[in-house]
T-cell receptor, first 112, second 113 residues
Framework: DTGVSQDPRHKITKRGQNVTFRCDPI?????LYWYRQTLGQGPEFLTY????????KSRLLSDRFSAERPKGSFSTLEIQRTEQGDSAMYLC??????????FGPGTRLTVL | QKEVEQNSGPLSVPEGAIASLNCTYS??????FFWYRQYSGKSPELIMS????GDKEDGRFTAQLNKASQYVSLLIRDSQPSDSATYLC?????????????FGQGTILTVHP
């Protein structure tokens, strides 16, 4: 158990719909990260939060993507007007000691 | 040029052998290096962290780091079929991107009985 839960675990949606994913670290960790992983590739960084502040966003995070971390606890990642290219595993990670990152189980998104 | 590059796979070794996984990176400011194991359909699991030049051993796993050569490796001794997975090398970005991990594309390891 890495101390990170994600919901939902799987999401199937139609192109053009909005989707929202949630990440809950078991306790309030300083840093929280979002990554995206497509088949056959390593995870790609999307964004990270230090407490409630979003400190960095990847160029991959287009205007259709938004992430929040209210109160510095759980985080949400929303994708508006989904496209087939958004199909991927969305991973959330919490910080650990010595800059380690521990991933949750991920949310697999399929856009039809 | 990829920022983190892993040796192309897939890698197949017999049970009991040593599996050697390699990774090179381009960011000379990187200070933290990680190996993750990922089973099919699952999320990455952290198995090794290394921060200084040399070797770090944990059970059957040994990570090796050479910052001058920008090279990090993972050795798995006495490989078991349960070690069959994709192994991901991750490098923490130096400078202002502190905290962000850049991953290699992964190396698929198969350990056959």
């Amino acid at each position: 158990d890495t101390g990170v839960s994600q919901d939902p675990r799987h999401k199937i949606t139609k192109r053009g719909q909005n989707v929202t994913f949630r990440c809950d670290p078991i306790s309030e960790h300083n840093r929280l990260y979002w990554y995206r992983q497509t088949l056959g590739q390593g995870p790609e960084f999307l964004t990270y939060f230090q407490n409630e502040a979003q400190l960095e966003k990847s160029r991959l995070l287009s205007d259709r993507f938004s992430a929040e971390r209210p109160k510095g606890s759980f985080s949400t990642l929303e994708i508006q007007r989904t496209e087939q290219g958004d199909s991927a595993m969305y991973l959330c990670a919490r910080s650990g000691g010595l800059n380690e990152q521990f991933f949750g189980p991920g949310t697999r998104l399929t856009v039809l | 040029q990829k920022e983190v590059e892993q040796n192309s796979g897939p890698l197949s070794v017999p049970e009991g052998a040593i599996a050697s996984l390699n990774c090179t990176y381009s960011d000379r400011g990187s200070q933290s290096f990680f190996w993750y194991r990922q089973y099919s359909g699952k999320s990455p699991e952290l198995i090794m962290s290394i921060y200084s030049n040399g070797d770090k051993e944990d059970g059957r796993f040994t990570a090796q780091l050479n910052k001058a050569s920008q090279y990090v490796s993972l050795l798995i001794r006495d490989s078991q079929p349960s070690d069959s997975a994709t192994y991901l090398c991750a490098v923490e970005a130096g400078g202002t991107s502190y905290g962000k991990l850049t991953f290699g594309q992964g190396t698929i390891l198969t350990v056959h009985p």
